[in-house]
Every structure is written in structure tokens, then in C-alpha cells.
């Protein structure tokens, strides 16, 4: 019968132990202390998931460091003229970043000088231990990059072992357009399989086809990224060549480009998460290639206009038959009075698709919470599972104004 101490010795249940610690930095650190059998699977677990690049600072070889903080703005080529790139000293630091698999290069409530110097320092490093066909990060899986400034052509900022790469777009004057980020993207990690882009991007004035396609890319998040007209275009002829079967995306308001010229997109489509005004979401779906979408969430912005007329009949011209799940979530204020119209223009809209074989609807009204919800025996009824019975689910919930 193995003693207490010797079944901590059994990988898989000291496995186990790291995993339920693993948002505890300080039992981790002190586990890693206390018995050599235990350091090097805890700081797996005290490294695997980085939420800055401060820690590596004081890991990277002194004369390097010294060229960083004289001037963490100096060209890639300066720098490396600067610096002498001996692998012996890089050690230290190899040794902890080999243990990384999720980085963000600067924590999201960092200012703006911060963030510049740590992306700054992160890249120059890349270009140096590139020279030697090293990689920071050899086992990245999820990266967090910040795009602050233009990405020089020594850089490698992207190791091919990403899978997950977040770009955190500020938008400043000298920042490369988002298309010159994807490129790099899809040429330095080819295996990517998931994008996310927050906040405000730029795209050149012109634009050709793109240089390079994703191959393996099937979830794409744009829903804390402001998309203008333009980065839109370019963002479908980029992404639609990708095989995504997963998007989310937030459609500003004032769209103002021709969709006609758009070719059709994002054919291999199963799942849409969408929000935006009613037209601006009517005019994307017009554009949309898939043949095979079962899950659609639609949140309008401002006030739902057009659903009945416009909505509801695209929903079924073009998914009837592919649709299986659909979430409704109707988010602003609007008269009390037209609550229960809405509710039932959206149920009878609704109604072709779930004969053609829709299996889930969930429909979220949001309500004024001063005053008790009520509706009519007519849309009551019609709020009633049972007046689905062809559905494996139907639920309908009201969201307060005040939560």
C-alpha cells in the first residue's frame, strides 16, 4: 500500500491536484518548493498560462536587456546589430518559456506606454533568437498580440505552434492595416485554428486578393471588434476562403458599401452569432454562402424595425430546412404597449421554420423592470412549450432594464 508521499508521485493524481490549483500562483510557487518531485510539474502549471511579459524580463540576458531599455523603440535591424545572440546565455530563459502555452503580451488595463513597450520588447526578441532559427515560445498554443505598430519583416512575432491568436487592434497611424497582420499570421503560424480581433482596425485604401489563405481556421470572433465598411470587405474576402464553421460578429450601424460586389461568403458556416441593426444584419445575411448553418443568435441593436417584414422571411427563404437552433434576444427599450405584438410577430415569423424542422428556440425580451409582465391569453398561449410540440426545446425568458 503506497504511503501519502508516494501517491503524490503518481503523475496523474499530482496532475489532477496542479489542475484544481492551477488559478492559485502562490500554492503552486510554495509546491514547487517544497520537493523536488513536484518542481518541475508545478511550475508547468505556474508558467502554462502568462497574463504579461513582465515575468521574462529579469530572464533575459543581461547585455540584451541592457540594448531593450536604452531604447524599446529601436529598429528591429539596429537592434540586432546591437546585441549578441549567444545561445548559451538564453538558459535561463528558455527553460520557463518552454513551459508557456497561453501568453498575453500586456495585461488589458495597462496603458498605452506599457503596452508599446512590452509588444516592443517581445518582438525585438523574437527577431533576435529567429537569427538562430529559435522560437520565444517554442510551445505556445494562445497568443494575445497587440497591434500597436507596424510589424517589422525580421520579426516573428506568430510561432507556428499557436492554435489561438488574439489581435487587440489601437489603431494608430504607423500600425499595419489588418490584412498586413493576417498575412504575417497565416504565413508564420499555418495551423491557426482560431481568430479573435478586438477594437478599432485600419485597412489600406485599396486592396487585392489575398497573398495567403487560412487552411485550417474554423472559429472566428469579431464581436468586440468596430468594424467600419471597409475593414469589412476586407475581412470577408480574407476569411471567407477559410474553412469557419464558427463566427461571431458585430455589425455597426452605418454600413455603407456596396454588398452587391461582395462575392458570397462564408460557405462552410454551421454556427452565427450576430449583432447589429436589423438591416445591417438583413444585408449580411443576403451575402451568405452557407448552405449548412443550424445555429444562428441574433441580438439587434437599437430598435428592432423590420423584422417582421424583412427579417423573419430571409430567416426562412434562406434556412429553411438547415436551421436547427435559434436564440432571439431583443435587448433595447422600447414602448411597453408593443411588447406583446412583437412577441407574437416574432413567434408566427417563426412558425415555417419550425415546421421545417427547427428543434430549439430560445426568445429573450428585455422589459421594463418597474412594471409586472404581462401578456395577453393569446401570446401567453403561444409562450407555452406546449404550443411547440414539434420542438425538443423552446424557452422564452424577460431581462430587466435595471439588471
Known amino acids: 500500500m503506497p504511503g501519502p508521499f508516494e501517491t503524490l508521485c503518481i503523475s ?36 502554462r498560462s502568462m497574463h504579461s511579459f513582465v515575468p521574462f524580463t529579469s530572464l533575459i540576458p543581461e547585455s540584451i536587456f541592457i540594448n531593450l531599455v536604452n531604447d524599446a523603440r529601436i529598429s528591429d535591424c539596429d537592434f540586432l546589430n546591437n546585441c549578441c545572440n549567444s545561445s548559451d546565455a538564453w538558459n535561463t530563459f528558455d527553460r520557463y518559456a518552454a513551459r508557456v502555452r497561453n501568453l498575453c503580451i500586456s495585461e488589458h488595463d495597462d496603458d498605452s506606454a506599457h503596452i508599446i513597450k512590452y509588444q516592443s520588447c517581445y518582438t525585438h526578441l523574437t527577431a533576435l533568437r529567429g537569427q538562430n532559427k529559435f522560437h520565444l515560445f517554442p510551445k505556445l498554443r494562445g497568443l494575445t498580440y497587440f497591434l500597436s505598430g507596424p510589424i517589422s ?109 461582395i462575392p458570397p461568403i462564408f460557405s462552410t458556416l454551421k454556427r452565427l452569432d450576430v449583432r447589429g441593426s436589423v438591416f445591417s444584419v438583413i444585408l449580411f445575411l443576403s451575402r451568405l454562402a452557407a448552405t449548412h448553418l443550424h445555429t444562428l443568435v441574433f441580438q439587434p441593436d437599437g430598435q428592432p424595425y423590420g423584422i417582421y417584414d424583412y427579417l423573419m422571411p430571409m430567416l426562412v427563404e434562406r434556412f429553411r430546412g438547415s436551421l436547427k437552433s435559434l436564440d432571439f434576444h431583443i435587448n433595447e427599450p422600447r414602448p411597453r404597449a408593443r411588447d406583446s405584438d412583437l ?10 421554420l419550425v415546421d421545417a424542422g427547427l428543434q430549439s428556440l430560445r426568445l429573450f425580451l428585455q422589459v421594463d423592470a418597474t412594471v409586472p409582465v404581462r401578456f395577453p391569453p393569446e401570446v401567453q398561449s403561444m409562450l407555452e412549450p406546449s404550443a411547440w410540440p414539434s420542438l425538443a426545446q423552446f424557452y422564452f425568458s424577460t431581462k430587466d432594464n435595471a439588471l
Not at 343 to 352: C, D, H, N
Open 343 to 352: 412577441v407574437k410577430i416574432i413567434l408566427q415569423g417563426l412558425k415555417p
Open 12 to 47: 496523474e493524481i499530482l496532475a489532477v491536484i496542479l489542475d484544481e490549483l492551477q488559478d492559485d500562483k502562490k500554492s503552486l510557487y510554495r509546491l514547487s518548493c517544497c520537493c523536488r518531485a513536484f518542481t518541475d510539474p508545478a511550475l508547468d502549471f505556474l508558467w
Open 153 to 261: 519583416p525580421q520579426a516573428k512575432p506568430f510561432p507556428p505552434s499557436i492554435r489561438s491568436l488574439t489581435l487587440i487592434c489601437h489603431s494608430t497611424l504607423d500600425c499595419d492595416p489588418i490584412e498586413s497582420a493576417l498575412d504575417r499570421a497565416v504565413a508564420d503560424a499555418p495551423r491557426l485554428d482560431e481568430l479573435r480581433i478586438i477594437g478599432p482596425m485600419r485597412t489600406r485604401v485599396s486592396h487585392s486578393t489575398p497573398q495567403r489563405l487560412f487552411a485550417h481556421i474554423g472559429s472566428v470572433d469579431l464581436s468586440k471588434a468596430y468594424i467600419r465598411a471597409p475593414e469589412l470587405a476586407v475581412l470577408c474576402l480574407l476569411l471567407s476562403q477559410a474553412p469557419i464553421s464558427d463566427l461571431k460578429i458585430h455589425l455597426q450601424d452605418r454600413l455603407n458599401m456596396n454588398w452587391e460586389v
